[in-house]
């Protein structure tokens, strides 16, 4: 709403989506009180003050531990591991276009695996039966084993791209 702004500010656009906004002239320049304390390696847009880091998150795959000590099954642990055949069909991860942790899992990829190597895992991965769902929403939620709301939806994936914070917040407002 770039032209007809809905509000004054805008919290939680994370560094993967952030350039879209950037780039399209959303936000205009302000430079917060403190941001001389914020480290410069997160201060993305230090030279004109577009926007004001306030919080870092990670994204990961998180599992569901039931499962894997059900299964007497260690959970992966590397990229590699997730195109192995005996995490088969245990993955779901979000669409790169409509979601951040799907966009920083893919990220996390090309780096891991180079401009030439990204998309040669991405096809083991394909081929091992991961799942690429819309949203964050639907992939924890819905398809992951582990959440209390894949548990409710009957979700069948025990590992899923979100974030770090995912499972403790459920501890915390469950």
């Keep these: 709403s770039k032209g007809n702004p809905q509000g004054d500010v805008l919290f939680g656009v994370d560094n993967t989506l952030l350039s879209r906004a950037v780039d399209n002239g959303v936000f205009a320049p302000y430079e917060a009180k403190g941001l001389d304390r914020v480290p410069a390696e997160y201060q993305l847009d230090a030279e004109k003050h577009r926007v004001t ?90 398809e992951f084993s582990g959440s209390a709301g894949g548990k409710k939806a009957g979700g069948h994936r025990p590992l899923v791209v979100s974030y770090a914070s995912s499972p403790p917040v459920e501890v915390l407002y469950a």
């Design 53 to 142: 880091p306030v919080d870092t998150g990670d994204i990961c795959v998180n599992y569901d531990k039931s499962y894997f000590a059900d299964k007497k099954l260690d959970p992966p642990r590397t990229f590699e591991d997730l195109a192995d055949p005996k995490y088969k069909n245990l993955l779901v991860t979000e669409n790169v276009a409509t979601s951040s942790p799907g966009l920083g899992f893919l990220l996390g990829t090309a780096a891991e695996f180079g401009d030439k190597g990204w998309q040669d895992y991405w096809k083991k991965l394909k081929a091992n039966g991961v799942k690429v769902v819309e949203g964050w929403e639907q992939a924890y939620n819905e």
